[in-house]
């Protein structure tokens, strides 16, 4: 239970502070923007599948909930606008991989740290 909330907290804040930072560094169109993002919550999901091996990548989807509950939001309450269908299927598959990275992330970390505890048995 423990990790669980600390991966949604984690997911919060890194909602909150991420798109903020990334944005005033290299700015909101640069082609750094998005590849920084996914790293973030690849690193984030590594670290957590690290300290909570059992739980791995499963933590990972906790960590991205708060982006597919703000892009359901901001796609229920934006204005009808024209649509450029190639742009909306680019954010789409960008964010998307925002939503993979926890996961995939979490499985590597839970990976590392159980390869670590197995070797650390041997040389006892």
């Not at 933590?59 to 892009?71: M, N, P």
Request: charged fraction near 15%; charge should be positive; aromatic fraction near 10%.
């Amino acid at each position: 239970m423990r990790a669980t909330a600390v991966a949604i907290t984690l997911g919060l804040v890194l909602v909150l502070v991420t798109p903020t930072l990334f944005g005033l560094v290299p700015g909101p169109y640069s082609r750094l923007y998005m590849p920084l993002m996914i790293g973030t919550y690849g690193i984030s999901g590594i670290a957590l599948g690290f300290v909570w091996p059992e739980r791995g990548w499963r933590l990972g989807l906790w960590l991205g909930l708060f982006w597919v509950v703000l892009l359901l939001i901001a796609l229920l309450f934006s204005d009808p606008v024209p649509w450029n269908l190639r742009l909306v299927i680019k954010d789409l598959i960008d964010y998307s991989l925002i939503v993979i990275a926890g996961p995939l992330g979490g499985a590597v970390g839970a990976i590392i740290s159980r390869r670590r505890m197995v070797d650390a048995s041997r040389r006892s």
